[in-house]
């Protein structure tokens, strides 16, 4: 049976050979930051960052709107005060239509709304005396701020461009993850391949030494035992190509999902090592003060906590709303009268809130923003330091990875050569099938552990890019890509 599930893998695989997808680690990252589900959540959080600061542009803008009534009708009793003071009920029919053109400008020095209005009514009574009564304000500029002590648009003119800003960079860096997770993808179909193709290999070993074992058993050259070791060694190798191909195929499915790609039958070439280059601390801290997201964020906190310490102190003590108005009106009967002999109407509002007697609530809510403020601080302080450790000790550790892959490329050169010694000396009868088993395990071990040290090479490589968004190959900043706003 498990001879049957190696041969219909074997055949699949040569009937799909045309089919296949052929993959460098380059391409497959290319790939997955244009087609990968993490790109499209990046993309469509980009976008909602860009409306937000769009947005916030524009509310600095005047706005312009139209609101209107057309028509209020209501035929019911209602209660009223008439010129004596006493409340009385009377039926009203009428209907009322109400048509308003407002211009509404933010003040950013002042923390204030300044607009000017237009307005026009007819009023339409009706019954056994029907009448119609208008009135116009042809203009009327207000002006409302509700502190004289907290500006609340002074805060946002400095916190939300280094929002924007800050998912700017945010976007890069994970642009960068999708590097990671690509790279890590790619080397996880490939360990699965190589893995196949060595356990295929030792197959095939293991069925032309069996064949030879079992003749120089008949001869009596070799012991039962020995013969026995064979047998088992190939019913293992039988179960590890089974596992091996099912290992494939999972992690085949993972890539070519990720990538969108039509054909799970990808071929992937084991990548070169990078060009060497020098990456010093002191490089790379300032490139990554200049261009990471934390940095802005940093600032971005530091002054939420500013903001919210002003605003309890601005409206804490004391609170002194203002409240301006200005402008003409006019109520006739015939509309032809609304536009001459205009009124002036005007008020000005000024109230205070002061409180005498709070049981302590104002310097407790005080020293909280105080608090706030300080624990943020703090936080960043601590981030801050924790910032530029991550990057020294990836440094320590990106030298190290270089040394590491030389190693382990030494090792698999030299367990392939003392495999192939030790197959021939078997084949001689020079050797037991215990030599030669150990020998197989040290070859595959030694590729899998070169093929582990190229991933973690590689995957140190896009860490290091990702915590600096810095190409120190071709020494450059990382720009965003693909951003796409509609």
């Avoid at 049957?4 to 055949?11: P, Q």
């Avoid at 769009?54 to 035929?75: C, G, H, K």
């Avoid at 950013?108 to 009135?135: C, H, W």
């Avoid at 030879?212 to 008949?218: L, N, Y």
Wanted: with cysteine; hydrophobic share 35%; charged share 25%.
């Amino acid at each position: 049976m498990k001879k049957c599930i190696v041969l219909l893998f074997l055949c699949s695989n040569l009937f799909v050979l045309g089919q296949s997808k052929k993959l460098t680690l380059t391409e497959a990252i290319a790939m997955a930051k244009k087609n990968s589900p993490e790109y499209q959540a990046v993309l469509n959080q980009s976008q909602g960052s860009y409306w937000r600061y769009r947005t916030y542009m524009a509310e600095f803008l005047p706005q312009f709107r139209l609101i209107a009534t057309v028509p209020d009708y209501s035929n019911s009793i209602q209660r009223i005060t008439n010129d004596e003071g006493q409340d009385i009920f009377v039926n009203q029919n009428q209907s009322r239509i109400d048509g308003q053109l407002a211009i509404t400008q933010q003040v950013p020095f002042t923390g204030g709304d300044f607009s000017l209005i237009s307005r026009l009514q007819r009023v339409d009574r009706y019954g056994d005396i029907e009448s119609s009564n208008y009135s116009l304000t042809p203009f009327s500029i207000n002006y409302y701020q509700n502190s004289l002590f907290f500006n609340p648009y002074k805060w946002d003119r400095q916190i939300e461009p280094l929002r924007y800003e800050e998912s700017k960079r945010e976007f890069i860096e994970r642009m960068e993850d999708i590097s990671l997770s690509s790279c890590q993808r790619y080397f996880s179909l490939l360990t699965a391949q190589m893995r196949l193709r060595n356990s295929q290999n030792n197959l095939a070993t293991q069925d032309t030494l069996l064949q030879i074992a079992k003749g120089r058993f008949e001869i009596g050259k070799i012991a039962e035992n020995e013969l026995l070791q064979m047998e088992l060694g190939h019913l293992n190798s039988q179960n590890e190509v089974t596992t091996n191909t099912i290992s494939l195929k999972r992690t085949s499915q993972n890539l070519a999902r990720y990538l969108e790609l039509e054909t799970e039958d990808i071929e992937l070439f084991i990548p070169e090592k990078l060009v060497d280059f020098e990456v010093s601390v002191e490089t790379a801290l300032d490139e990554a003060t200049n261009n990471r997201k934390s940095v802005i964020e940093f600032r971005r906190r530091r002054l939420e906590a500013e903001r919210n310490l002003a605003q309890i102190k601005g409206t804490n003590r004391l609170e002194i709303n203002v409240n301006a108005n200005f402008g003409l009106n006019k109520r006739a009967d015939e509309y032809d009268d609304l536009f001459q002999d205009f009124d002036r109407q005007q008020n000005v509002s000024v109230s205070l809130g002061i409180p005498i007697f709070d049981w302590g609530v104002s310097k407790s809510k005080r020293k909280m923003g105080e608090a706030d403020l300080g624990l943020v601080e703090t936080n960043i302080e601590q981030e801050q330091q924790a910032f530029e450790q991550e990057i020294y000790l990836h440094i320590l550790n990106w030298s190290s990875k270089r040394d590491f892959l030389a190693t382990s490329e030494k090792a698999k050169e030299i367990a392939i050569k003392r495999y192939q010694i030790t197959k021939e000396r078997y084949i001689l009868g020079k050797i037991t099938i215990t030599d030669l088993n150990l020998a197989q395990q040290e070859k595959d071990k030694a590729e899998l552990e070169y093929l582990n040290s190229l991933q973690n090479f590689w995957t140190d490589y896009y860490t290091l890019r990702k915590l600096t968004l810095y190409d120190f190959i071709n020494n450059k900043k990382i720009e965003a890509e693909n951003i796409i706003i509609d």
